[in-house]
């Protein structure tokens, strides 16, 4: 039976500040990705995120960034390696306490942003990401972008390493994804994310921005949940896997 990850980022909300759809595309996500503070989040969307993923049984995960509220941590930083795994396993211990509080298990760690790009091509840093979550706790699996330097900086330091590939974002030739401040770096269409995303998973291929067919591994699909459009695109995909006997299942 072939099965599929389907990760959301959640819990990015702040203060007074309402950011996403949560509890709407909670029930039709597999696992979530919970903003740490940093580029998002605060401790009360935390501990209510954790409860609401708890809710619906969802795999639960650390999704840490930078420290850039004003730039949703999309905003590349000079920072070195050992910042990077200071501000990982910060990130990490603040989740895990508030699983800890409503007995659920952290699962997997998924880098946010502009950490989660500079790790894809930087070794030094993809590798401060995985010692981070190594030393914190080797049970947890990395996500990061299939193809990348993070993926094999996860496998170096023994953890699953999931490799994650996006329905709505176009691939360069080199499997990287099409920055955002391109035109076409988003797929608006869904019939056409639809497409990709079942290309990925059952031939392992994606055709990129120019039209070539490369090799992609997909173990975990990202989505958005932060418009109606992308909730009823969730419903969509989920219903179009379920159709090629592809089932949703978390990676534990």
Do not use: W
Request: hydrophobic fraction near 40%; proline fraction near 4%.
């Amino acid at each position: 039976m072939r099965t599929i990850d389907l990760n959301c980022d959640l819990g990015e909300s702040f203060g007074a500040y309402k950011i996403g759809n949560d509890e709407q595309v909670l029930p039709h996500i597999s696992s979530a990705n919970i903003a740490c503070g940093f580029h998002a989040g605060d401790p009360h969307v935390m501990n209510q995120t954790v409860q609401l993923a708890k809710k619906y049984d969802l795999a639960i995960g650390a999704h840490p960034g930078f420290q850039d509220l004003v730039g949703f941590g999309r905003r590349s930083m000079a920072v070195s390696p050992s910042d990077v795994y200071d501000l990982v396993i910060y990130q990490i211990g603040a989740l895990s306490a508030f699983c800890q509080v409503h007995d659920v298990k952290l699962t997997h760690v998924k880098p946010h942003g502009a950490l989660y790009n500079m790790a894809a091509v930087d070794t030094s840093l993809a590798e401060a990401i995985a010692k981070a979550i190594a030393n914190f706790d080797s049970t947890l699996a990395l996500y990061g972008l299939a193809g990348s330097k993070l993926i094999e900086a996860g496998e170096k330091y023994g953890l699953n390493a999931v490799s994650e590939v996006f329905a709505d974002r176009t691939y360069q030739p080199g499997g990287t994804l099409t920055p955002r401040t391109e035109p076409n770096a988003i797929i608006h269409d869904s019939n056409q994310a639809i497409k990709q995303v079942l290309q990925m998973v059952k031939e392992q291929t994606v055709q990129t921005i120019h039209g070539e067919v490369i090799p992609i591994k997909a173990d975990s699909i990202c989505v958005h949940g932060d418009n109606i459009h992308a909730i009823q695109f969730v419903q969509k995909l989920r219903q179009a896997l379920t159709n090629e006997g592809i089932t949703i299942k978390a990676i534990r």
